[in-house]
């Protein structure tokens, strides 16, 4: 039994790397092994070279609107390499009524926009006077409620570019805890937004004008960000790759932890890791698991690559609401995106498929993926035009999706961390699905294991909505 670390992290994904990263700047005598199931670091990020082509299986940016995600840019010198595509410039449409609509990117533009008829933007006025919706209704229905049915193709479109989730699945409560609270406080979303804008108003020294965040990734796609995370660490002293966790004991407030390879003993365990995942390995730990796992949502990705005399409509690219009865969820214009994702003369969109709703899509072969995909996205954009090059990408990692009984899952896990000393939960899933959100929680695993003094909590924090 190995005995020389403070600390294990599970999981070599991003938020493995961002605890270690954290421990390394905080705490740098501090002894951690960082344990990884395949043969590299990253997870579900990774990008795809080929031919010139650089597109992503898994993630293609985060907004740079994250305190910790900024910081950790600053500290590993990415804020000078990466690249950003401002909201305010890059806009993005959604498929209603067969055709690509404009969706505007300030709420007063929204507020003039005709995509929403006159009569459906005074019924979201109305929202200041509708009651509070009991239980965990789905995001379908609290929207419905709060903001009247005319506004569901956009929130539709909205959770299928975020989870490539089913809105009629996804409860307010655990996408948005946030919203949820604020409209349990004020009785309404708006009137508690008011509030809340007019205190920060009062509050602020000097005039602060709402900026909109800008899509960041970097000029060899995204994986730049876990390889240089995983730049840090040395294999063999406080990395193993090809190890994977297979059990996991507490007694006497030590940790064991069992792996295909070695055993070892710590103080502190962090389980980096997406929520099944985690639930599966604290199943020998803890016997009051409310649930066994939750649901996940698996896409692939269509590649098209054409000569640069198509053109593509300006901005990132478009989502498809379920009641447009499309084969694709979107599309993401990368080569308007980020420059450098096609060879010189093309360009390149990448077409997203499956979803929680239509899993058995990804059961097609590539040949028959590629076909629909093309023949779909190839109508909406009016592309006649034959691709010069295709691929499928299909990501292992399924997208934890945050259904009906989530948020006793998450008290739960609170309860748990506190019961079972050492224990650290942060991953996929747990505070949300983004890049983001994977880095502020591991940001503040590591600032619980380096000053153990329990931090104030702030509350569920209020995210912002974006196409
Ligand atoms: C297709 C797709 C598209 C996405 N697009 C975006 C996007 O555009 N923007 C955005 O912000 N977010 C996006 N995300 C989400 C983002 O990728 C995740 O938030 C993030 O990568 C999760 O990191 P993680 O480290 O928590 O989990 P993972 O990346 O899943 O890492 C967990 C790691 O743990 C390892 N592991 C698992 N079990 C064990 C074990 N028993 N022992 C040891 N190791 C183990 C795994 O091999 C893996 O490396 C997307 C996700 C997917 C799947």
Same mark, same amino acid.
């Given at each position: 039994?190995?005995?020389?670390?403070?600390?294990?992290?599970?999981?070599?994904?991003?938020?493995?790397?961002?605890?270690?990263?954290?421990?390394?700047?905080?705490?740098?005598? /501090?002894?951690?092994?960082?344990?990884?199931?395949? @043969? $590299?670091?990253?997870?579900?990020?990774?990008? *795809?070279?080929?031919?010139?082509?650089?597109?992503?299986?898994?993630?293609?940016?985060?907004?740079?609107?994250? $305190?910790?995600?900024?910081?950790?840019?600053?500290?590993?010198?990415?804020?000078?390499?990466?690249?950003?595509?401002?909201?305010?410039?890059?806009?993005?449409?959604?498929?209603?009524?067969?055709?690509?609509?404009?969706?505007?990117?300030?709420?007063?533009?929204?507020?003039?926009?005709?995509?929403?008829?006159?009569?459906? !933007?005074?019924?979201?006025?109305?929202?200041?006077?509708?009651?509070?919706?009991?239980?965990?209704?789905?995001?379908? !229905?609290?929207?419905? %409620?709060?903001? @009247?049915?005319?506004?569901?193709?956009?929130?539709?479109?909205?959770?299928?570019?975020? +989870?490539?989730?089913?809105?009629? #699945?996804?409860?307010?409560?655990? =996408?948005?805890?946030?919203?949820?609270?604020?409209?349990?406080? %004020?009785?309404?979303?708006? $009137?508690?937004?008011?509030?809340?804008?007019?205190? #920060?108003?009062?509050?602020?020294?000097?005039?602060?004008?709402?900026?909109?965040?800008?899509?960041?990734?970097?000029?060899?796609?995204?994986?730049?960000?876990?390889?240089?995370?995983?730049?840090?660490?040395? *294999?063999?002293?406080?990395?193993?790759?090809?190890?994977?966790?297979?059990?996991?004991? %507490?007694?006497?407030?030590?940790?064991?932890?069992?792996?295909?390879?070695?055993?070892?003993? =710590?103080?502190?365990?962090?389980? &980096?890791?997406?929520?099944?995942?985690?639930?599966?390995?604290?199943?020998? =730990?803890?016997?009051?698991?409310?649930?066994?796992?939750?649901?996940?949502?698996?896409?692939?990705?269509? =590649?098209? @690559?054409?000569?640069?005399?198509?053109?593509?409509?300006?901005?990132?690219?478009?989502?498809?609401?379920? &009641?447009?009865?499309?084969?694709?969820?979107?599309?993401?214009?990368?080569?308007?995106?980020?420059?450098?994702? &096609?060879?010189?003369? *093309?360009?390149?969109?990448?077409?997203?498929?499956?979803?929680?709703? /239509?899993?058995?899509?990804?059961?097609?072969?590539?040949?028959?993926?590629? $076909?629909? &995909?093309?023949?779909?996205?190839?109508?909406?954009?009016?592309? #006649?035009?034959?691709?010069? +090059?295709?691929?499928?990408?299909?990501?292992?990692?399924?997208?934890?999706?945050?259904?009906?009984?989530?948020?006793?899952?998450?008290?739960?896990?609170?309860?748990?961390?506190?019961? %079972?000393?050492?224990?650290?939960?942060?991953?996929?899933?747990?505070?949300?699905? @983004?890049?983001?959100?994977?880095?502020?929680?591991?940001?503040?695993?590591?600032?619980?294991?380096?000053?153990?003094?329990?931090?104030?909590?702030?509350?569920?924090?209020?995210?912002?909505? +974006?196409?």
């Amino acid at each position: 039994m190995n005995t020389q670390y403070q600390t294990i992290i599970i999981g070599g994904g991003l938020s493995g790397l961002t605890v270690a990263h954290n421990l390394l700047q905080q705490a740098p005598k /501090h002894r951690f092994l960082v344990l990884e199931k395949s @043969g $590299r670091t990253g997870g579900a990020i990774k990008t *795809h070279h080929d031919g010139g082509y650089i597109t992503e299986i898994g993630p293609h940016g985060f907004l740079d609107n994250c $305190r910790q995600s900024k910081q950790l840019l600053k500290d590993t010198g990415l804020d000078e390499e990466c690249v950003k595509a401002p909201l305010i410039d890059f806009v993005r449409y959604v498929y209603l009524r067969d055709k690509l609509n404009l969706i505007p990117q300030t709420p007063g533009k929204i507020l003039l926009a005709p995509i929403v008829s006159w009569p459906a !933007k005074l019924r979201v006025l109305a929202e200041f006077w509708q009651p509070v919706l009991k239980g965990e209704p789905t995001v379908a !229905k609290w929207v419905s %409620h709060r903001f @009247g049915p005319a506004l569901l193709p956009f929130i539709d479109a909205i959770y299928t570019g975020t +989870y490539a989730g089913d809105y009629d #699945r996804l409860t307010i409560d655990s =996408v948005m805890p946030g919203i949820r609270a604020l409209e349990k406080e %004020h009785g309404s979303v708006l $009137r508690g937004l008011l509030k809340k804008t007019l205190q #920060r108003k009062k509050g602020a020294k000097e005039k602060t004008t709402l900026r909109m965040p800008a899509m960041t990734s970097f000029p060899s796609g995204m994986q730049r960000l876990s390889d240089r995370l995983a730049e840090n660490l040395s *294999h063999g002293e406080n990395l193993f790759t090809e190890t994977c966790v297979t059990a996991l004991h %507490h007694s006497k407030n030590r940790w064991q932890i069992h792996t295909n390879k070695k055993s070892y003993q =710590v103080k502190n365990i962090v389980l &980096a890791l997406p929520v099944n995942e985690a639930l599966r390995l604290l199943s020998s =730990v803890c016997d009051d698991i409310p649930q066994k796992a939750i649901p996940q949502a698996r896409i692939a990705t269509v =590649v098209s @690559g054409f000569k640069n005399s198509v053109a593509l409509p300006p901005g990132f690219g478009f989502l498809t609401p379920e &009641a447009e009865k499309r084969f694709c969820l979107g599309a993401l214009f990368s080569s308007n995106m980020f420059p450098g994702r &096609a060879p010189e003369g *093309h360009i390149v969109f990448e077409t997203l498929v499956g979803g929680r709703r /239509h899993p058995e899509r990804l059961d097609l072969d590539d040949q028959s993926l590629t $076909r629909l &995909a093309l023949k779909d996205v190839q109508q909406i954009l009016n592309i #006649r035009e034959k691709p010069t +090059y295709t691929t499928v990408l299909r990501s292992k990692s399924g997208i934890p999706q945050l259904e009906q009984h989530f948020p006793a899952l998450l008290k739960w896990k609170k309860k748990s961390e506190t019961k %079972h000393k050492g224990l650290h939960i942060c991953g996929f899933g747990w505070g949300g699905i @983004g890049i983001n959100d994977m880095i502020k929680d591991g940001t503040e695993v590591a600032v619980s294991i380096t000053t153990p003094a329990p931090t104030e909590g702030s509350g569920p924090e209020i995210k912002g909505v +974006y196409f």
